[in-house]
C-alpha cells in the first residue's frame, strides 16, 4: 500500500509562481505511476499531470502545458509540480496520487484519469487572488 502526502499550497497572485510537493512512500518513485490532480469549487475533478517508470514522457493536460512542469527525486520519493504564470481559473484544491503499476524501464505515456490511481492525499489548496 502507497501512502502520498502533498504540500506547498498557498495563496498566489495571477501571473505568480508555486512548487506543490508530493511524497509517496511504499514503493519507489520509478515502480510506481504519480499523478497531480485538481478540483475547482462546482467542477469535476480534472487530471493535470502525471510521470511514470522510466520518466522519460511526462503528460500535461493542455490548461497546463507550458507553465506548469512536474519532475521528481527518486532519491527523496518526492514528485514536484513547478507550477508558473498561474491563472485565476487555476485555483482548486490540487491532489496527489499514486498507483503501484509501474517499473524503471516502462516508457509508455501514464493517463490523467483518476481511476487509474488507487492511493490520493488528503488535498492542498492553492488560490489565485489579487
Known amino acids: 500500500q502507497l501512502h502520498v502526502v502533498e504540500s506547498g499550497g498557498g495563496l498566489v497572485q495571477p501571473g505568480g509562481s508555486l512548487r506543490l510537493s508530493c511524497v509517496v512512500s511504499g514503493r519507489a518513485l520509478d515502480y510506481s505511476t504519480v499523478g497531480w490532480f485538481r478540483q475547482a469549487p462546482g467542477k469535476e475533478r480534472e487530471g493535470v499531470s502525471c510521470?511514470?517508470?522510466?520518466?522519460?514522457?511526462?503528460n500535461y493536460a493542455n490548461s497546463v502545458r507550458g507553465r506548469f512542469t512536474l519532475s521528481r527525486d527518486i532519491a527523496k520519493s518526492t514528485v514536484y509540480l513547478q507550477m508558473k504564470n498561474l491563472k485565476p481559473e487555476d485555483t482548486a484544491v490540487y491532489y496527489c496520487?499514486?498507483?503501484?503499476?509501474?517499473?524503471?524501464?516502462?516508457?509508455?505515456?501514464?493517463?490523467?484519469?483518476?481511476?487509474?490511481?488507487?492511493?490520493w492525499g488528503q488535498g492542498t489548496q492553492v488560490t489565485g487572488s489579487s
Open positions: 510521470i511514470r517508470g522510466s520518466g522519460v514522457n511526462i
Open positions: 496520487a499514486a498507483a503501484d503499476n509501474a517499473h524503471p524501464w516502462l516508457e509508455i505515456m501514464c493517463a490523467l484519469g483518476s481511476t487509474d490511481y488507487p492511493y
